[in-house]
């Protein structure tokens, strides 16, 4: 087919045609947009219904919670979670005395040597070490020599701290030591 028009027709037509072409795309993208604003809409308003529902049901749900028998559970609940960390705080620090008392029982002692009293404390900003101080009795000078010497051999025992006085008397001695346990 031969297209026997003159070139400025040729190019009117074809800008008419452009010109429909970019019309109808651009409905096509406003038809688009306001469908998508018209979903968007659609969906605010059904969360916001949604959010006034729960709204409501939560307080008519602490309304029915907020009875004095209901607040009294709750506070008896409360006061027992916080001994029962309490307990729990305590059994732990159980374990670690008790392991304590293990490695110095563990320690070998001369015979004549005994124990009268044994403290033991954690100390909190040293992290895990507990300090201990013994008292006791030991029949002469030679076996408290050899107990502090088994004391300074144990690996878990830093810090160990015998006291000048507990070398004063050569026999009958009333020893006082104190070191930390790692």
């Known amino acids: 087919m031969i297209n026997l028009l003159p070139p400025k027709e040729k190019e009117?037509?074809?800008?008419?045609?452009?010109?429909?072409?970019?019309?109808?795309?651009?409905?096509?993208v406003l038809v688009s947009i306001i469908s998508l604003i018209l979903v968007l809409v659609s969906v605010k308003f059904y969360i916001l219904s949604q959010a006034e529902y729960h709204k409501t049901a939560l307080s008519?749900?602490?309304?029915?919670?907020?009875?004095?028998?209901?607040?009294?559970?709750?506070?008896?609940?409360k006061t027992q979670n916080v001994k029962l960390q309490r307990v729990d705080n305590f059994l732990d620090n159980q374990s670690s005395f008790a392991d304590s008392?293990?490695?110095?029982?563990?320690?070998?002692?001369?015979?004549?040597?005994?124990?009268?009293?044994?403290?033991?404390?954690t100390d909190k900003e040293s992290g895990n070490k507990?300090?201990?101080?013994?008292?006791?009795?030991?029949?002469?000078?030679?076996?408290?020599?050899?107990?502090?010497?088994?004391?300074?051999n144990s690996q878990k025992i830093k810090n160990i701290n015998f006291p000048p006085n507990n070398w004063i008397k050569?026999?009958?001695?009333?020893?006082?030591l104190s070191f930390e346990i790692i």
Request: aromatic share 12%.
């Open 12 to 28: 009117r037509l074809l800008q008419e045609k452009n010109l429909k072409l970019a019309v109808i795309l651009g409905n096509i």
């Open 60 to 77: 008519e749900i602490e309304k029915k919670y907020k009875t004095p028998e209901f607040l009294f559970f709750d506070n008896y609940i």
């Open 101 to 121: 008392v293990k490695l110095i029982l563990d320690i070998e002692r001369p015979p004549g040597l005994s124990f009268s009293n044994i403290l033991m404390h």
């Open 130 to 152: 507990i300090k201990t101080s013994i008292s006791g009795f030991v029949d002469n000078r030679e076996n408290l020599l050899i107990f502090k010497k088994n004391i300074e």
């Open 170 to 176: 050569p026999e009958n001695i009333e020893f006082f």
